[in-house]
């Protein structure tokens, strides 16, 4: 799919978009609509799972320290994930704005994100104070029943990224990436009884930040069963509305 240009024909190449969070359980299409987003402006998308499966690949001592929790489907403690972002959010390309997929997981990293937003506003212009405003969030509201359908359909490309689903979004060659050929995978976390606790974990301590943020007046909620073409229409539109204030 490409990006979706006519959504959004109007936005300027250089335009400081500000933080977008995509909160949604494992398989709700976090993924697949940060990469749209993120393709659309210009905006890199932060995904602390590809950042913690990054570190294993490497080994890492985080990566080491990260991998068997990963495994299990439990969360990886807060401090180091949040060290990790930190690193990452002070990148120069962060500068106009960014997406997080899959952080903030728990209260206290909504708390910590909150805290180091309005600390980067501190003494910055109009600019640099609007690419740290507080963040909009985006929550992908998905049937627990369609969840495990989409996890265990889902594979992506390892060379770029790409994510498929064999039963909802098939690549065109059966197991092959569509944009460079490369033989598609699986992740180890998407088997059944991982997915159980990872949903476990999103239900116990992520989805509490649904009443953290819509408290805050920050939470648009979108219906994440709908096509993803419709899910990425909605999702625009949310930025849209909000960067216009
Ligand atoms: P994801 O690719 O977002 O589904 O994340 C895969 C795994 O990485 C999760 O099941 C957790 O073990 C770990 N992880 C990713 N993001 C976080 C986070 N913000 N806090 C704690 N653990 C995380």
């Given at each position: 799919?490409t990006?979706?240009t006519?959504?959004?024909?109007?936005?300027?190449?250089?335009r400081?978009?500000?933080?977008?969070?995509?909160l949604?359980a494992p398989?709700?299409?976090?993924?697949?609509?940060a990469?749209?987003?993120?393709?659309?402006y210009?905006?890199?998308?932060?995904?602390?799972?590809?950042l913690l499966?990054?570190n294993?690949?490497?080994?890492t001592?985080?990566?080491?320290?990260?991998?068997a929790l990963?495994?299990?489907g439990?969360?990886?403690?807060?401090?180091m994930?949040?060290?990790?972002?930190?690193?990452?959010?002070?990148?120069?390309?962060c500068?106009?704005?960014f997406?997080?997929?899959?952080?903030p997981?728990t209260?206290?990293?909504?708390?910590?994100?909150?805290k180091?937003?309005e600390?980067?506003?501190e003494?910055?212009?109009?600019?640099?104070?609007?690419a740290?405003?507080?963040p909009?969030?985006?929550?992908?509201?998905?049937d627990?029943?369609?969840?495990?359908?989409?996890?265990a359909?889902?594979r992506?490309?390892p060379?770029?990224?790409r994510?498929?689903?064999?039963?909802?979004?098939?690549?065109?060659?059966?197991?092959k990436?569509?944009?460079?050929?490369?033989?598609?995978?699986?992740r180890?976390d998407?088997?059944?009884d991982?997915?159980?606790?990872?949903?476990?974990?999103?239900?116990?301590?992520?989805?509490?930040?649904?009443?953290?943020?819509?408290?805050?007046?920050?939470?648009?909620?979108?219906?994440?069963?709908?096509?993803?073409e419709?899910v990425?229409?909605?999702?625009f539109?949310?930025?849209?509305?909000?960067?216009?204030l």
């Open positions: 799919m990006a979706p006519t959504v959004v024909s109007s936005v300027a190449d250089a400081i978009v500000g933080p977008i969070i995509l949604g398989g709700a299409g976090k993924g697949t609509q990469k749209l987003i993120a393709c659309t210009g905006i890199p998308q932060i995904s602390t799972g590809d499966r990054d294993v690949a490497r080994g001592e985080l990566g080491v320290a990260a991998k990963m495994n299990k439990e969360l990886v403690p807060d401090q994930v949040q060290d990790m972002v930190i690193g990452r959010l002070h990148e120069p390309d500068s106009r704005g997406i997080l997929d899959g952080f997981r209260v206290p990293q909504a708390e910590w994100l909150d180091f937003l600390k980067e506003r003494g910055k212009d109009a600019a640099g104070k609007a740290y405003a507080a909009v969030v985006i929550q992908l509201q998905v627990y029943n369609l969840i495990l359908q989409r996890i359909g889902r992506s490309c060379t770029c990224g994510i498929y689903n064999v039963y909802l979004q098939p690549p065109k060659v059966e197991g990436c569509d944009v460079d050929g490369a033989t598609l995978v699986g180890p998407d088997r059944e991982v997915v159980k606790e990872r949903l476990k974990a999103y239900e116990q301590q992520t989805l509490p930040l649904v009443d953290y943020y819509s408290s805050r007046g920050r939470l648009i909620a979108v219906d994440g069963d709908l096509p993803v419709e990425m229409r909605q999702a539109s949310a930025i849209e509305h909000v960067n216009r």
